[in-house]
C-alpha cells in the first residue's frame, strides 16, 4: 500500500517558544546599548566640565564685583571724610576777614563814637555777607505774619490787635543754612481774642 497523504510524515513546525536566540544579534544588542551608555557618560563628563568652567568664571566675577565694591565703598568713605574735614575751610576763609576787621577796631586807641559804630556796622555787613555766601540766612518775620512752627519759636502769646496766631514782635533772629533751620527766631504770638 502506498502512503496516504494523511499518514505521511510531515516535519517538525517551529514555534516561537521552541525558536534559539541569534547569538550574534545577542551580542550586538549589548554592544549597542554599552556603545549608547558610554555616549551619555561622555556627555554628562562634558556638560560637568562646562559646568565647572562656568562656576570658576561666575566665582572669578563674583569676587571681581566684590572687591570693585570694596574698593567704590572706600573711596567713599574717603570722600565723604574729606568733604567733613574740609567743608568748613571756605567758611572759616571768609570769617577770616570779619575777625581782621574787629581786631583793626579794637587796635585804636582813641576811637570815638562814630568811629566805633561806622566800624561795628562795617563788621556786621562783612559777617552777614560771608553767612549768605555759604546759604546761612536770616529768619526774621515781620509783624503780622503767620507763626510757622518749624521756622519760629514762640516765646509767649501778648494781646494784640492784629490776628490771632500771627508774630507780634521778634525777639532774636533765626537762621537757616541750605533750607535747614539752624536755630528758630525767638517770637511773641498774639492771643486768640
Not at 124 to 136: D, G, I, P, T
Amino acid at each position: 500500500m502506498s502512503p496516504t497523504p494523511e499518514n505521511a510524515a510531515t516535519p517538525p513546525v517551529q514555534t516561537p517558544e521552541t525558536t534559539t536566540s541569534d547569538p550574534v544579534s545577542e551580542a550586538e544588542a549589548l554592544a549597542a546599548q554599552a556603545a549608547t551608555t558610554a555616549d551619555a557618560q561622555a556627555a554628562l563628563v562634558n556638560e560637568l566640565a562646562t559646568l565647572k568652567a562656568q562656576n570658576a568664571d561666575l566665582a572669578d566675577q563674583f569676587l571681581r564685583a566684590k572687591a570693585e565694591a570694596e574698593n567704590a565703598r572706600r573711596r567713599a568713605e574717603d570722600e565723604i571724610s574729606k568733604a567733613r574735614k574740609f567743608a568748613v575751610e571756605s567758611f572759616a576763609e571768609s570769617l577770616l576777614a570779619v575777625a581782621d576787621s574787629l581786631e583793626a577796631g579794637l587796635a585804636i586807641q582813641e576811637a570815638t563814637r562814630e568811629q566805633l559804630r561806622e566800624g561795628s556796622e562795617a563788621t556786621l555787613k562783612q559777617l552777614k555777607s560771608a553767612l549768605e555766601r555759604h546759604k546761612v540766612l536770616e529768619i526774621a518775620p515781620a509783624a503780622a505774619t503767620r507763626f510757622d512752627p518749624h521756622q519760629h519759636q514762640a516765646i509767649s502769646m501778648v494781646p494784640a490787635a492784629q490776628e490771632p496766631n500771627t508774630v507780634v514782635a521778634v525777639l532774636q533772629k533765626g537762621y537757616l543754612i541750605a533750607d535747614r533751620v539752624l536755630r528758630p527766631a525767638l517770637v511773641t504770638v498774639a492771643a486768640p481774642k
